[in-house]
């Protein structure tokens, strides 16, 4: 499965929403994010790395939008005595009187720092069109101008008013720097309402504003322009303290690009697979062209920004990336997209992915709403080695597939999707083994994996056009971060007619594999996270679909493998619902097996027609290190268990006809491909001796070995399991254009099989895949209206074999019974959806929809 993450808040919201017949809009602080800041902002991110749970969170200098009162003039470089004679003068440039008795002004840009503060004394008004000026002393002020200043920040003067400590922010004193030094507003919630740094403090913008000659100030002018940059500023002498000047044009601010020359990035990336300033601290600018925000398995979210040069500022090497992300750790960024930004930060590889590290990382927003550079154009090549030189001059940066894309890989709950350009003719990629090219394949990410609201729900063969993003890598894969979903236009195909299994014959019999996806009963045994915790509404819909897939697309096969539930009772409560419209209850045979979260495998039989006369786990023990315990297996020395899941051997009578079934689950691939494989093998191995054991005492005996085996039909597990266990994978008689089970990444394989020996080979009557789930958006998981039932029950697809018999018993009326003590299950009632669905879908799907291991083909890692 899918890395997938479940918020039960979402779901309690959703269970109202079901009783609703209009759209469900989520509140204004989840649908968005948090407010942006004023373009001044610089961003220090505290040590901590990738995943460290560093108590310190990023410090911001973020500017609020200002009512209109602004820093105007500074002083700072009086002659004399400087700290008698220096002052700060500050107007009104709005319309509206200003209360300024909860406003701060000081030379501290941090709270807590060890300069200084002072507040206006209350009931301080200004008038607009007006200034004031605050100095260090009336006499020293006095002394230069021969009038009064209108606050003091030291007593000199009775009747000039005093300003007032504000240690809550700064302990220290102000004293203005004459090599350079920041001066900052503060509101009455302590947000930098304006700012202003100059000499070789570039603390809010860069370049800062120069520094001036003793006895020269600098001045705003005109006093309402605020850029924020140091275009809004010029030397003044003689200082005007007190008069300001409305009447000029406001300058246009110079790019800071044309004042400071740093690296292109390209230089930084270099042309190879590693950066070529690795592990070098390193100063860019560029423009910010998106951001991905991604949530770990343990609920931390982490943040990365993509940054590309500024357009006409590249290194013009098209072996070099322009583009490099930015990982931010637990911040949420407070720039945008279309800001340029001088970053400084360290160069590092995550998994493959270039990025400046969030240790000691310095963000500083120079310019707003700057135009991005123009996405590139990509078509990448078949060859799966070839990814590798096409992709990586292109990390980071700004890419788009041509219109319109085609769906290879539907929509799933962390918000992505997977297409191929327009040049791919094929209707689908196929990997039957891992060298299969499935280069062509580009996966989709949204802007954020938890709040997909707008995000498309696609399914395969849809049309999508509008793709464009920064691309990322990771899981092995480059990715497009797409930053707008409503920027997407989709051209769906129509909803199929579900595919259903033909009615039996009497003298057939058929056996399905059906892996359940994460059922779980409401019970927390483990009090472990990896273990799903569904709740009441979410295990209903859940039954509901399966009920339907056991009955009207499966058409309740004689015997079910299944795969991936947690409790045996869960299987009798499904029999129990599936039992109207089958005609009997579902015998169920399940046995606990030592799997970390809990999944098992069992099998559910027709006991009109079928006898289980035995089961056992077929559990083994393994040279290779798995870390599996199972406390009903001794391994010796320098061994471990080999299975989690072992396979469960069940004999069965079908009519009178002696049968072994064994239902596996393989180790899935989280950990790696080639991590895995080996642990895959030797399972395959263990399974075919188990079947030789079996034909070497009965040459002729009916095997069926079948089940979710977690790798590609021609992987070397699975040639293994047919080879040595003299076995026929049955689907593989299929044609190539149906032979798959699974979808994932955009990439169609078959990772399930029904495996027969020699005996049963000539008793096929007829073996089918009926795909109504791995082509489908996980939004469909929650849809249980008419046209939507049958699809997306689980994230595989249904393998199902008809087998010819000699002439089967007649069923008794009424239903059968089953072998084990029965529940009874909660009624399931249809579930009315609202005619539209395209607002709270996504809210309930990614409260619903858990991925947290299984079945899933992981590669490379997630962030912990």
């Given amino acids: 499965m899918h890395h997938k993450f479940f918020w039960r808040w979402l779901l309690l919201g959703a269970t109202a929403v079901f009783h609703l017949t209009t759209n469900f809009q989520p509140t204004q602080a989840f649908a968005v994010a948090a407010s942006q800041p004023d373009r001044d902002a610089v961003l220090t991110a505290p040590p901590g790395g990738h995943g460290q749970e560093s108590g310190h969170s990023k410090r911001t200098h973020a500017q609020i939008p200002n009512p209109g009162l602004l820093i105007t003039e500074v002083f700072y470089n009086p002659p004399g005595e400087e700290s008698e004679r220096e002052w700060i003068e500050i107007a009104n440039v709005g319309t509206a009187v200003l209360d300024l008795s909860d406003i701060k002004i000081g030379d501290e840009e941090l709270t807590g720092g060890g300069e200084g503060m002072r507040r206006f004394p209350a009931g301080t008004l200004l008038e607009p069109e007006q200034a004031l000026v605050v100095a260090q002393t009336a006499v020293g002020f006095r002394f230069l101008y021969g009038s009064n200043p209108d606050f003091e920040l030291t ?38 309402i304006d700012s202003v740094n100059y000499g070789d403090r570039d603390t809010f913008f860069a370049p800062a504003v ?22 809004d500023w010029q030397p003044q002498q003689p200082p005007t303290p007190g008069v300001v000047q409305f009447d000029d044009a406001c300058r246009a601010p110079l790019n800071p690009a044309e004042l400071e020359a740093l690296p292109p990035i390209g230089t930084i990336q270099g ?11 390193v100063t860019v600018r560029g423009i910010v062209t998106g951001v991905y925000e991604d949530r770990n398995a ?27 992300a930015l990982f931010l750790g637990r911040g949420r960024p407070s720039f945008q997209t279309g800001d340029q930004v001088r970053v400084s930060g360290l160069v590092t590889e995550f998994f493959g992915l270039t990025e400046l590290d969030d240790n000691n990382l310095e963000i500083r927003v120079e310019l707003s709403d700057q135009p991005l550079p123009d996405p590139i154009l990509i078509d990448p090549p078949a060859a799966t080695e070839a990814l590798a030189a096409y992709f990586e001059p292109l990390e980071g940066m700004r890419v788009q597939i041509a219109d319109p894309a085609r769906v290879v890989g539907p929509t799933f709950s962390s ?79 129509p909803l199929v007619e579900p595919v259903a299994a033909p009615a039996l014959q009497p003298d057939q019999i058929s056996i399905a594999s059906f892996n359940v996806e994460n059922y779980f009963d409401l019970i927390d045994d483990t009090g472990d996270d990896a273990e799903p915790k569904p709740l009441e509404l979410e295990l ?35 029999a129990l619902l599936a039992a109207p419209g089958c005609g009997f209850t579902y015998t169920v045979t399940h046995l606990e097996s030592a799997d970390v979260r809990g999944i098992d495998v069992a099998l559910m039989s027709n006991p009109n027609v079928a006898t289980v006369e035995s089961a056992q786990l077929m559990q083994t023990c393994t040279v290779l290190e798995t870390g599996v315990s199972d406390a009903r ?50 399972q395959a191995n263990h399974v075919a001796g188990l079947v030789t054991n079996i034909l070497v005492q009965n040459p002729a005996a009916n095997v069926v070995v079948l089940g979710d085996f977690n790798d590609y039909e ?41 495996f027969i020996t020699p005996a049963l080979q000539d008793d096929v009557a007829d073996v089918m895949i009926l795909h109504v789930n791995a082509d489908y958006p996980d939004a469909l998981a929650v849809d249980v209206s008419p046209a939507a039932l049958p699809f997306k029950t689980t994230d595989h697809d249904l393998p199902l074999l008809i087998l010819n018999l000699d002439a089967l018993p007649t069923p008794e009326p009424g239903l059968g019974e089953t072998a084990v003590p029965q529940p009874t299950p909660s009624p399931i009632e249809p579930i009315a959806q609202p005619e539209e669905a395209s607002g709270w879908v996504w809210w309930l799907v990614a409260g619903l929809v858990v991925l947290v291991g299984g079945t899933a083909v992981f590669f490379g890692r997630k962030r912990s």
């Fill in 540 to 574: 209903r819909l859940k039954q509901q679909k399966l009920a339907a897939a056991l009955t009207q697309t499966l058409g309740c096969p004689t015997l079910v493998a299944v795969q991936e539930v947690e409790k045996g009772t869960l299987l009798d409560e499904l």
């Fill in 714 to 754: 021609l992987a070397p597990p699975l040639l293994a399991l047919a080879q040595n266990g003299n076995m026929e994978n049955v689907l593989l008689r299929l044609p190539d254009e149906t032979r798959y089970s699974y979808v994932f990444g955009g990439v169609s394989q078959l990772i399930d099989g029904i």
């Fill in 298 to 324: 343990a609920g931390t979210t982490f943040y990365t920004a993509f940054v590309q040069d500024i357009p006409g500022f590249e290194d013009g090497d098209p072996a070099t990336s322009d583009g490099i």
């Fill in 633 to 682: 297996t001794d391994c010796p020395a320098g061994q471990d268990v080999l299975f989690s899941r072992p396979p469960l051997l069940v004999e069965v009578l079908v009519a009178e006809r002696p049968f072994t079934l064994i239902v596996n689950h393989f180790k899935s691939k989280l950990g790696g491909e080639a991590e895995t494989a080996p642990w895959r093998l030797a």
């Fill in 155 to 192: 007593d000199s003067d009775p009747n000039v008013p005093d300003m007032r400590n504000y240690l809550l922010w700064a302990t220290g004193d102000i004293a203005l720097a004459n090599d350079g030094d920041e001066i900052v507003l503060l509101n009455e919630r302590n947000l930098i």
């Fill in 415 to 493: 918000c992505g999707f997977a297409v191929v350009s327009p040049s791919v003719t094929t209707p689908r990629l196929f990997r039957r083994v891992l060298a299969d090219p499935i280069g062509q394949v580009v996966p989709i990410l949204y802007q954020s994996d938890q709040f997909c609201d707008g995000f498309p729900h696609v399914k395969t063969g849809d049309l999508v056009s509008g793709l464009v993003g920064p691309l990322t890598y990771n899981f092995d894969q480059f990715k497009i971060v797409q930053q707008a979903g409503d920027e997407l236009v989709v051209t769906a195909e």
């Fill in 271 to 281: 042309a190879g697979d590693v950066a070529a300033a690795i592990n070098q601290t």
């Fill in 210 to 231: 120069t520094a001036v000659f003793e006895n020269q100030s600098i001045e705003r002018n005109p006093a309402n322009c605020d850029t924020d940059t140091a275009t």
